[in-house]
């Protein structure tokens, strides 16, 4: 019984998971690099930049993601601002995604040591080129671990767009379990098709940890060499 | 008073003024430096040395008074009316002719030691990557680690880190070096080799200020010694004198200490 509901629900349940996927990827592929930014102007010493920085993060960090999606997709309609369910959902996530990853890249980049920004300041090396060749690429193995932490919740929040009527794979999973009044299959496959995408996230990262803890190594090599 | 000089100074500080917060830390300062002179600063810990430098080269810029280095005003001529991003392009040029050589060294530890010399001139003085490793092959030589182009800074010595911190401030051919405590961070067998380096370079003609509590490599190197106290110059003379004979009770008691702690 089991077997044929699933197998009747299944490409339903599949078009969810399909559509989790590319939620999932679009949210990442634009709340990182706002959160970059955001987390740019905090470390750029720009008061004015720094400051509405600050407040965005702070604002989408302290409501609930939830709420922030019924705006999006009840609210801004009432300003002519009108967004499919999939927009809307995009939209929601993606700033509240945003506040949380300019928090975790902020502290990769507040882990570099102010002397490799003076160090490069004294050689006459602008900002940009200082980011680019001497903070990122020692910042971005540091951020890399918590940031996977972070995109594995971003993903599982991605099944708050099913509230908004997004046919997610909670979605696909959830309107299967109403119709048949069968809830235990179908949400058990949904939540193993959730485990596998954040499975092989956690996998990456175990990976990602293993390479900065090596890193960590010769960096504390470094200053135990340096500084007595 | 001072060393007479043919021409302008090299480095003219004119009444630098900084603070931080309720924190005085230059208290109106003004020096000039001839070009191929040695100058050592000396005074207590939070004395204003470290922030001195840092205002030289525009770090962090003074509060209040004026910096020329060789020449060229740091920010460019007020008569211009820069805007704040042509000020900000002028600092970068005025930094890159200005060494700085820190306490911890602040090599890039991603970088090869190679890396390290050759991505600021390629990067500010556009000059092309071969040109750039020939140049730093040969000041590598010069501070003798011409073998450790390959090497990571994690895997040197801290003498031989900061003798390639050297070598990179030099690889962008400035016209001044600013040198902040650069022994302070080394154990004491690792001293020597740094001074050697440094004494090469001011036997060389390089125009040198050098925040030390190296008393010896101040008194046979330097030109001039410069005594700070609170924010300000007190005492500045020939070395010797200074520390035979020095006139303010500020730097009696400050050489009295450090003699107590056998520097
Ligand atoms: N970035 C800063 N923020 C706040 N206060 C500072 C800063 N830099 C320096 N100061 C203060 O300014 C004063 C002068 O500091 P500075 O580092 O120039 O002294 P110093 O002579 O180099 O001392 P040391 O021998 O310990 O290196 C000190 O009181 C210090 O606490
Ligand atoms: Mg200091």
Not at chain 1, 87 to 107: F, H
Request: glycine residues 8%.
């Amino acid at each position: 019984m089991n077997v044929a509901l699933l197998a009747e629900y299944g490409p339903a349940l599949l078009e969810g998971f399909v559509t989790t996927l590319l939620l999932s990827a679009i949210v990442l592929a634009i709340a990182t690099p706002v959160g970059a930014l955001l987390a740019l102007m905090r470390e750029s010493g720009q008061p004015i930049l720094a400051a509405a920085a600050t407040v965005y993060v702070s604002v989408f960090r302290l409501v609930p993601a939830l709420l922030v999606l019924f705006f999006t997709f009840y609210a801004m309609p009432q300003f002519g601002i009108r967004f499919s369910p999939m927009g809307a959902a995009v939209l929601g996530l993606s700033i509240i995604g945003s506040a949380y990853l300019s928090e975790d890249i902020r502290g990769g980049l507040s882990a570099i040591d102010a002397g490799q920004y003076r160090a490069a300041k004294a050689l006459g090396l602008g900002w940009g080129h200082t980011m680019r060749r001497i903070i990122l690429p020692q910042a971005i193995p540091i951020i890399l671990p918590p940031y996977i932490t972070r995109a594995i919740i971003i993903v599982k929040s991605t099944s708050l767009a099913s509230i908004v009527a997004v046919a997610d794979l909670t979605g696909q999973a959830v309107r299967a379990a109403s119709i048949t009044y069968q809830p235990f299959p179908f949400l058990i496959t949904a939540g193993l098709l959730y485990l596998a995408i954040s499975g092989l996230l956690a996998v990456f990262q175990a990976w990602a940890e293993h390479r900065v803890s090596h890193e960590r190594r010769v960096a504390l090599r470094t200053r135990q060499a340096g500084a007595t | 008073m001072t060393t007479a000089s043919t021409g302008d100074p090299m480095v003219r500080a004119v009444d630098l003024h900084k603070r931080f917060g309720p924190v005085t830390a230059l208290d109106g300062v003004s020096l000039d430096v001839a070009a191929g002179e040695v100058v050592a600063i000396i005074g207590a810990s939070g004395s204003g040395k470290s922030t001195l430098l840092s205002c030289l080269n525009h770090l962090s810029p003074p509060d209040k008074g004026e910096v020329w280095v060789g020449g060229k005003r740091a920010g460019g001529d007020p008569a211009a009316r820069l805007s704040r991003r042509a000020v900000e392009a002028d600092l970068r040029r005025f930094r890159a002719d200005i060494g700085m050589v820190f306490q911890h060294f602040n090599l890039f530890p991603h970088f090869s030691v190679l890396q390290n010399l050759i991505e600021a001139p390629m990067a500010v003085r556009g000059r092309s990557r071969a040109e750039a490793t020939e140049h730093a092959r040969a000041l590598l030589a010069q501070v003798g680690l011409a073998d450790k182009e390959k090497a990571f800074p994690a895997e040197l010595s801290g003498g031989q880190q900061q003798r390639v911190a050297i070598a990179r401030a030099l690889a962008m051919k400035p016209a001044v070096m600013l040198f902040d405590e650069p022994t302070s961070a080394l154990d004491p067998e690792l001293v020597d080799e740094v001074l050697r380096v440094m004494r090469d370079l001011a036997r060389q003609g390089m125009t040198m200020l050098v925040v030390t509590h190296e008393m010896s490599f101040a008194e046979d190197v330097a030109d001039r010694l410069v005594f700070f106290d609170r924010g300000r110059i007190v005492e500045s003379g020939p070395p010797r004198e200074i520390l035979r004979t020095p006139q303010h009770e500020r730097t009696r008691s400050f050489l009295q200490r450090l003699l107590r702690r056998g520097a």
